[in-house]
Structure formats: C-alpha cells, structure tokens
C-alpha cells in the first residue's frame, strides 16, 4: 500500500485517504515533537494508507497519542475502531453524541446502510469495528489536549451535524475542521480562490446553527481551514460569507421545490444547476461533464439532507 499524503507547514500532513477517488477524503497527521495525533481516519478501508503513512514518515505506531474525530459520519470516523487497534498508546476523542455510537456502531452501521445502501456499504465503507469503551472519550467544548506541549482546542460546531467539533490548533491558526467549513475541492480553485459549497448530509442539517458556528469560529481569526474534502485552505472572511451564502442558497432551493411531487429529484436538479452557476461565476472553466462527475455524490447527499430538514420543520 503506497500512501498518497501532502506535507503541509506546522507539522501538519494531509493524508489522501483514497476513499472513492483521490483528492476526496482527507484525515490529518499532526507532529510535535516526536508526538502525534491524528485528526479524523477516513472509513475502515482507509486505515492501512493511514499506518503507512506512519511507517514512510518513521514515526512509530507508539508515537501517537490521539486519535480526534471532528465527527462520526463514516467518512471522518468510520476506521476508529479499527485503527486503535494498531495504535497502542492512542485514544479517542469525541463528541458526547458520537462515542455511544462508536463503541456500539449498530445504529450507525444501520443508519448507513438506510441511506447508502449494503453495496455501497460494503465496498466503499468495508466494515465498521466497534472502539473498546475504555479508549473512547467525550470532549466537549472548550476541552483542550496537549500533543506535547501543543494545544489542541475543541470547539462545539452544530450545523453540519449535532455531533460535530472542531478543532482549533493555535499554533498554526488553523481550524481542522471536518465538514463545518465546507466542502472545497481543489479541481475548482481558480484565480478568485476556492469554491467552497455546504455539505447537507442528513440527518442533522442545520441551517441556522450553522451560519451562527461559522461566525463563532471566525472570532478566532483562523488563517487556515483543514477541511476532509479537501486539504488546507486559506480561510477568510470572504470564505466565510460565501459559505454561508450558500446554505442560504441551498434552503431556498429546498424551500422552493417543497411541494413538488418527485420533490428529491427537483431538489437534486436544482443543485446541480446552482453548482454550475457559482462554478461558472467563480471562473471555473474545465469540462462540465467532469464538473458534474464531481459534484455527483454531493448532490445525492445534500438533496437527501434538505428534504429530511424541509420534513422536520
Ligand atoms: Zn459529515
């Protein structure tokens, strides 16, 4: 297993987790001083990318310290129970609402399974290995880890999900932030920046907590943001705004097509036409067939997300 990684500044490595295609999924390596942690894992499948990045950067499997999870949808969490178990001086952290379901992943597994299907489950995902409950801890807001004299600071960040955190690394001014600060995929950079959309995943989607967490973060004049799809960006106002004008974007869109009677395609439809505007907007210029290739699975997601909101209202 050759493992795809980016060295970044501040310690920081941003491993390619290859979770359906390169440039997709990322978790992070953080180093100080001989120590490390780990800032999401990817699904199961990604775990033997994860310890071979460990063995081509020669840090010892002992070396690791925590293993921090932003929060336990499967592409962020999903190889926790499985890479613990290689990782002898390692434990887990996270949210209150997440480690009932990572030491008894049956909900989450069935969850899974419900929105994606057992195909997908199986291939893409591979398994689900319950974390021993005697390494899985909750951090709540305001929590801190020291990675060797590193504070790691844990920031309570509903929206995206109830059960989401993010954390704050001081000394790179950086937020890893999970699927709090977006969705950006390097494909669409141009010369006015990153692209950057919300994920509305289900089943959590929260339009107001959301716009209230991106302020919230943005006190702490974050330089960088470590997003898991995909890499380090530098995190702005500006970015910021657009994010948020784009969860507005996504409700009206929900709003509007509410009552239509296949209600999830119109909502998909409408996505996709709304992607290809801000990209076009933003100056992106490569093929729109490949535009669409990657915004694929977002909108299955996304259109899935808004209509259990649009349910819940
Ligand atoms: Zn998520």
Redesign the pocket.
Known sequence: MKPIYHELEFGITCIDTQHMRQDFVAAYLIENNGRAAFVDTGCYLSVPTLLATLDEKNISRDAVDFVIL??I?L??AGGAGELIKHLPNANIYVHERGAQHLIDPSKLRAGVISVYGELFFKQFLGDLIPAPENRVNIAKDGDTLNLSGRELRFIDTPG??RH?LCIWDEYSKGIFS??TLGVSYREFDTEQGCLIFP?T?PIQFDPEAWIETIDKLMTLKPKSAYL?HFNQIEFTQQSANMLKQHINGFTQIANQHKDDTNRHKAIKEALLTYLLKIAYEHGVTFDKAQQIKLFKGDLEICAQGLGVWLDRR
């Open positions: 932003t929060h949808h592409d962020h995206h999900a989401h999970g699927d994920p995943t898991t």
